[in-house]
């Protein structure tokens, strides 16, 4: 098998190509909602790709089961859906590992030309370059929680999304017992990973049915939403591939808790020192650390329709079921927003519970470091921490997060601060898709509406 070095440039990988007598690759690129998709090219197309390759702009504002959410930019019909350039990535090529040799190669990609405004990988690399050119290196990492069923795609949509059996019951958080039983998708999940470049520092069950969590490595680059987004994927796949499926949702029952991205972050310096840590400080808190807890808590709620895209993202943020439903922090408090964690000079650092699995990786993390480098500039000062349950007392109007979609949209597209960061084109657009989507919920007859109304009114 011919071998395809770690990140390679296009040097390598046009060698690669030729060495491995390739047939097919996938070209992927990932969507507004952290979707990844993707198509197979021919050897012919992929080598005239890696010069120059476009996609229908649509594309990237469609709902998962491509339900359009119209934005006058990416998705008018009166622009007669157009095609835009893509650039591709040779350090993002890797195999799929159970793809045939000749047909296994995978390459990511990103807008470029006049649609790079819309480019959510764009955004988040000009964060990183940002904070560089202020000093500072991101040190960030994320997780996701997921939940895994005993179910088909056609066996879902068959039981209407109802009575739904979980691969395993009850709450059973770090059961070795339940991990051993279902070692084969842990295995098949572990090896995905592996195959897939998709560096993960742990996999095991959280608290509730069926109910797990992936730790992904921290890094300071794309590389780190790229793995996000990577494994939201083939996790799905892997899950089919068993026989189950495997949902990100942020919420996907009333009696479930809701699933969560949270981001862990921290500054260095350019060499590598960190700066979140000072010992002379009682709680061992940096000054910067401390004014970066004090932009997230002023920027929380201007960027909260990068944490919660959905309407259903709102169904998890609500007391009780540790999410956030304000931008308190706290040390060591998994009540509040931001949780700070004290320890080392090397793994100080904050962790933002606010963003649900079903985020894009690419905009939250972005988000939070966007909001951490303003405070750190800025010299924001937090409030105090706070302790004990944040559930149960009450929270400044100033630290209070939009408790609805359309707050969280409105919100979005009236800030001043994410048009500075992040552009009045992105915006807009993104703002535009999440209020169609909202638009197409609303106007939908429920269950429980019926349950309530049919009979009686």
């Not at 059961?175 to 520092?201: A, F, H, T, W």
Request: proline share 6%; hydrophobic share 40%.
């Amino acid at each position: 098998m011919t071998k395809l070095p770690l990140k390679p440039t296009m040097s390598e990988l046009k060698k690669f190509i030729v060495d491995s007598e390739l047939e097919f690759a996938v070209v992927s690129f990932v969507d507004f909602q952290g979707t990844v998709r993707g198509k197979y090219v021919s050897r012919t197309k992929l080598e005239s790709a890696l010069d120059n390759m476009s996609i229908p702009i649509l594309t990237m504002a469609l709902d998962p089961t491509d339900a359009i959410l119209y934005a006058p930019i990416v998705a008018d019909v009166a622009e007669g859906y157009p095609d835009r350039p893509i650039k591709l990535l040779p350090e993002t090529a890797r195999l799929i590992p159970w793809a045939p040799e000749r047909r296994n190669l995978m390459i990511m990609s990103q807008m470029a030309g006049d649609a790079v405004e819309y480019c959510t990988r764009t955004i988040f690399n000009r964060v990183v370059e940002r904070s560089e050119a202020l000093g500072y290196r991101p040190c960030v990492a994320t997780e996701l929680e997921f939940t895994l069923f005993n179910e088909t795609a056609r066996s879902i949509i068959d039981k209407g999304h109802r009575n739904l059996q979980p691969a395993t019951p009850n709450k059973t958080y770090y059961s070795l017992v339940r991990q051993e039983v279902q070692s084969d998708i842990y295995n098949k999940i572990m090896d995905m990973c592996l195959g897939l470049q998709i560096p993960i520092e742990s996999l095991h069950e959280e608290m509730g049915d069926g109910f797990m969590e992936v730790a992904v490595r921290y890094g300071h680059d794309a590389t780190v939403p790229d793995a996000a987004a990577l494994f939201r994927t083939f996790a799905k796949v892997v899950a089919q591939q068993n026989g189950q499926v495997a949902t990100f949702m942020a919420r996907w029952s009333n009696q479930a808790d809701g699933q969560s991205g949270h981001i862990h972050a921290s500054m260095q310096k350019l060499d590598g020192t960190p700066v979140f840590y000072d010992a002379a400080d009682p709680n061992k808190i940096s000054a910067q650390m401390r004014h970066f807890i004090g932009g997230m808590q002023l920027l929380m709620g201007d960027f909260m329709l990068m944490f919660a895209p959905n309407i259903n993202s709102y169904k998890r943020l609500v007391p009780g079921i540790f999410a956030p439903v304000s931008a308190a922090w706290g040390i060591e408090n998994r009540t509040c927003a931001i949780r700070a964690i004290p320890g080392s000079a090397k793994s100080s650092r904050i962790e933002c519970r606010t963003p649900g699995a079903d985020a894009n990786p690419y905009l939250s993390l972005a988000a939070v470091i966007t909001a951490g480098l303003h405070g750190i500039e800025n010299r924001i000062e937090p409030t105090e921490p706070f302790a004990g349950n944040v559930y149960a007392v009450e929270i400044p109007e100033a630290l209070r997060l939009p408790t609805s979609f359309a707050e969280s949209i409105a919100r979005f597209r009236g800030s001043a601060y994410a048009r500075k960061y992040f552009g009045d084109a992105f915006v807009n657009a993104y703002a535009d898709t999440r209020k169609t989507q909202l638009e197409q919920f609303s106007a939908l007859v429920t269950d429980r509406e019926l349950e309530r109304f049919f009979e009686l009114v």
